[in-house]
């Protein structure tokens, strides 16, 4: 079945570690996008990528970083500059662009 | 950026009522989107809408583009208690080489069997 991989389901960190988030998809879609969710909050984009070996920033990338170097791949790193990386963060692609997003099934984040 | 409001924030019903929510932008869309989100999940695409004034239904549920292009609504009806969960709206823009997708942020919806 294609779809959207997101893991691990749940991590753990201490403050001041870096950790990486891993997405795959195996839908041949062209773009892949990461979000942040807050309770309460709508969808912050992270980054996102229309095309392999490139990406750009979205509303709230500082703190993060991206790479796209597999079409089915975009793992995003949550660095120690983030200052509130505790969340709930998605990861989403599409066939284009301006196509209708299909989300993984997140990854919640703690970092303590 | 553009932003959306979506209302209400949260809603109590009873099983077997209709559900009705929407969302309102300054800014024109291309396209509205909404996504249903269970808790712990990612949100999953209920229903999109591309052209100003299309209803489009999707079993019970039914959504509308409004004429304007700034505002869409989604109605459930007879709600389950399966239809707990929240739910978004997205407003996308693309043209004049620009593109945005703008999230609402979510009605809770809570059904009492």
């Known amino acids: 079945d294609g779809g959207i991989t997101q893991s691990p389901k749940y991590l753990f960190r201490k403050e001041g570690q870096n950790v990486t988030l891993s997405c795959e998809q195996n839908?041949?879609?062209?773009?892949m996008y990461w979000y942040r969710q807050d309770p309460g909050q709508g969808l912050r984009l992270i980054y996102y990528?229309?095309?392999?070996?490139?990406?750009q920033k979205g509303d709230i990338a500082e703190g993060y970083s991206v790479s796209r170097e597999k079409k089915e791949s975009f793992p995003l790193t949550v660095t120690s500059a983030q200052k509130n990386p505790t969340a709930f963060y998605l990861c989403?692609?599409?066939?284009?662009?301006?196509?209708?997003?299909?989300f993984g099934n997140g990854t919640r984040l703690t970092v303590t | 950026g553009q932003q959306l409001n979506q209302s209400p924030q949260s809603m109590f019903i009873q099983e077997g009522e209709d559900v009705s929510m929407n969302c309102t932008s300054s800014?024109?869309?291309?396209?509205w989107l909404w996504y249903k989100q269970e808790p712990g999940e990612g949100p999953v695409l209920l229903i999109a809408?591309?052209?100003?004034?299309e209803l489009t239904s999707n079993g019970r549920l039914t959504a509308q583009f409004g004429i304007t292009r700034k505002d869409s609504f989604l109605n459930i009806s007879a709600s389950i208690p399966s239809d707990v969960g929240i739910y978004f709206c997205?407003?996308?823009?693309?043209?004049?080489?620009?593109?945005?997708?703008?999230f609402g942020k979510g009605t809770k919806l809570s059904v009492i069997p």
């Open positions: 989403a692609s599409s066939i284009v662009e301006d196509s209708p997003l299909h």
């Open positions: 990528s229309q095309i392999v070996n490139d990406f």
């Open positions: 809408l591309y052209k100003a004034g």
């Open positions: 800014s024109i869309f291309n396209t």
């Open positions: 997205a407003g996308e823009y693309s043209g004049a080489g620009s593109y945005q997708l703008t």
């Open positions: 839908l041949n879609h062209d773009a």
